[in-house]
């Protein structure tokens, strides 16, 4: 055991903000139980952490038609912190929105933390602050955790994996099988923004304007389709791979073709100068706080109005149409009247995005 | 884009297992279907997963009595491969063990990855596939996932996270708060196999004699006490920081004294020979495999044979009880008579046991 540790064991001391995670803190002896009790559990208090327990009982909803949802997803952004967000609030929001892309009510979060030695006790104590606040913003309990330490080199900083659980309230199944024909495609609102503002902090770029990552939680703006009746076929959020990934999912797995239409689709200028700078097409940016949503085209106004009543579905467009024939395909008519193929990208243009 | 990448996009070939991990894989677009596709999903293969949704859809149990246990964890194992398990293996059964000791029956689980590009595409099938075999047996479906690519040097091969959701059928609640004085501690096997065999391999140390990790699924050796109707007070995995912390943590949260009798701790004669060679106290090595249940004296018996009447159970004894006093703390009668107050170490003897 090195000696600073010993020391740690002997002074009750705070654990400071200005030292750093060691191996030792991921020991699962008295070290990590000082780390938890005044870092991760003091920013993320709750009841149900409290109980320290190896996992966390939650009530079964009441209604018997209810079904649950279940997701997980691992975030190794970099940056750590961005414009608009960090990784602690877009590990909360990106898990939050995987849910509400099932329908549901996200409900319960756990957290797990892979933290590489040498990290800032203040950068995850930060990152904890961010997720407790993006937790309450949607309304979700972070009810249990882990924490494991790995060697400096071995890690980057602080990876974060967080899973969901959700309540579906409603019967009818949202997937791209429950596609048909005619369907509208709705987009809630302007792309590219998570991947450009990343991009700009990596690249060092200065902007004039000010640009923020979407990043947000959906669950509240999509349930008002749900509570308004709008009977959605698929729901969709963009993130790796942005738009034009989604749509061609959505294609291949629906076996129909979608068609869009270039000119609906909004990107804030600062995204579209920086996408042309770099040459990016902003149809692959991915974003953290945008989805895509396919109803019967007798509903699209209807849903139009309960998006539009949302402030993250504000500038909520119809995009453009599912069309009969089967041939799994994208269409893009473009803002010169041209019609091209869309399709997604091999990789990624950014990786490291979420 | 690098050059190789555009030659797989190209190619509808088979993701070979010669071929290594590429930050594309972790992008979202086409290599990383064909990565799902082909390794991850084909290896985990089940209806659920097949969805390729954002989350997962399972029913709400039944019964209105009922509740749900949810945990997570993150493993970090090195080596990835040891004698008698793996990283998946130990993905799936610590997760499963964390539900079992909320006294649940283990149901679905999610499963996140994160891989360090250059990890051979054949060391992730191979993990998957004993992730298929111990979701199977311990009767758990992995039912939502996740993948993400970091550069090399950024992580170290394959991090999993797995979460858990089981279901709690009876109605008593379980944890360190429910420990009364005079209950009875039941060990359920030998302890030290999992960190010493770990150990082992790490140092290149020869055994005559073979030593596995006892790396297992214990949720239905515990079901049986709880289907035994003993009113089981407290459970505990005796994974990080082995049966010390986990009595001590007990004692702590319970308030009372735990009296344990070193004699009645089974160690196989391997792992006290290579804890005597390296210094190593057994009771703070890890284990993933054996758990202790706390239950009142007079229900001790039943307990007993519940649990023998389990392969996993077959060596369990009672090694100790709950005093009266509240010292919140562990004392250790030793093998020559003496006590002695058993701690929690600061760090951990062995880090990255799990």
Same mark, same amino acid.
């Given at each position: 055991m090195a000696p600073d540790q010993e020391i740690q064991l002997l002074c009750p001391v705070p654990v400071a903000d200005d030292q750093k995670i060691m191996l030792a803190h991921g020991g699962g002896g008295r070290l990590m139980q000082r780390l938890l009790d005044q870092v991760v559990l003091k920013e993320l208090h709750n009841d149900c952490l409290q109980e320290r327990h190896d996992c966390a009982l939650v009530p079964t909803p009441k209604s018997a038609s209810t079904r649950l949802a279940f997701t997980t997803d691992s975030y190794v952004v970099r940056p750590l912190f961005f414009s608009g967000g960090d990784i602690g609030t877009l590990a909360v929001n990106g898990t939050v929105n995987d849910l509400a892309m099932g329908g549901a009510k996200p409900t319960w979060l756990s957290a797990s933390f892979i933290l590489e030695e040498g990290l800032p006790i203040s950068t995850l104590r930060r990152i904890c602050a961010s997720m407790r606040r993006a937790a309450q913003a949607a309304e979700v309990t972070i009810v249990t955790g882990d924490t494991k330490v790995v060697e400096r080199?071995? %890690?980057?900083g602080i990876f974060i994996t967080t899973s969901g659980v959700g309540v579906v309230n409603h019967a009818h199944p949202i997937g791209p099988r429950q596609v048909r024909p005619g369907d509208a495609i709705l987009l809630s609102g302007d792309v590219g923004r998570h991947g450009i503002a990343l991009m700009a902090v990596r690249e060092g770029i200065r902007l004039e304007t000010s640009l923020e990552s979407?990043?947000?939680?959906l669950a509240r703006t999509v349930l008002r389709l749900l509570d308004a009746d709008v009977p959605v076929h698929c729901l969709r959020d963009l993130?790796?791979? %942005?738009l034009a990934s989604a749509l061609v999912e959505i294609a291949e797995a629906s076996g129909l073709e979608l068609e869009v239409d270039e000119n609906k689709i909004a990107v804030a200028e600062p995204v579209r100068a920086i996408c042309e700078i770099l040459g990016l097409d902003v149809l692959h940016v991915a974003n953290e706080g945008r989805f895509i949503a396919l109803v019967p085209s007798d509903h699209a106004e209807k849903a139009l109005e309960a998006l539009r009543g949302d402030p993250l579905g504000a500038d909520a467009r119809q995009i453009g149409r599912v069309a009969?024939?089967?041939?799994?395909r994208v269409i893009l008519r473009s803002a010169l009247g041209t019609r091209r193929i869309l399709d997604m990208l091999s990789g990624e243009q950014l990786p490291r995005i979420c």
């Open positions: 080199g071995k %890690g980057d979407d990043c947000a939680p993130t790796r791979g %942005g009969e024939p089967a041939s799994r």
